[in-house]
């Protein structure tokens, strides 16, 4: 029996009415409906949470204080990061480069 579609819908539909009745099949083809509507909230809520996980792992590896903070780790174990140690750097850096314009 090939119907198509259609008819396997309205095959189905005969079915139906033949095993229910006219009565109860409103009231069946209501909760069908609401089964769906349930199923498919459950679904898009279920679809949303993993996206929502996907875009917070996303975000961690993107975010650059995990990669920025082994590196000022680095600087502060090696430099003075006070006001002072940036000035004696910098002093230093400034007798490097006349020492070595003179040199030319």
Do not use: C, Y
């Not at 409103?26 to 679809?47: C, D, V």
């Not at 975000?59 to 204080?65: A, F, G, K, N």
């Not at 082994?70 to 400034?94: C, F, H, V, Y």
């Amino acid at each position: 029996m090939d119907f198509g579609f259609s008819g396997e819908i309205f095959f189905i539909m005969i079915l139906a009415l033949i095993l229910f009745g006219p009565r109860k099949l409103p009231e069946l083809a209501r909760t069908w409906g609401k089964f769906m509507a349930e199923f498919k909230r459950a679904s898009n809520e279920f679809q949303g949470q993993i996206h929502e996980e996907i875009r917070k792992l996303e975000l961690e590896d993107v975010d650059p204080s995990k990669h920025i903070e082994p590196e000022i780790a680095k600087i502060s174990n090696d430099e003075d990061l006070s006001i002072q140690g940036a000035l004696n750097r910098l002093t230093q850096r400034m007798k490097d480069t006349v020492s070595q314009d003179k040199d030319v």
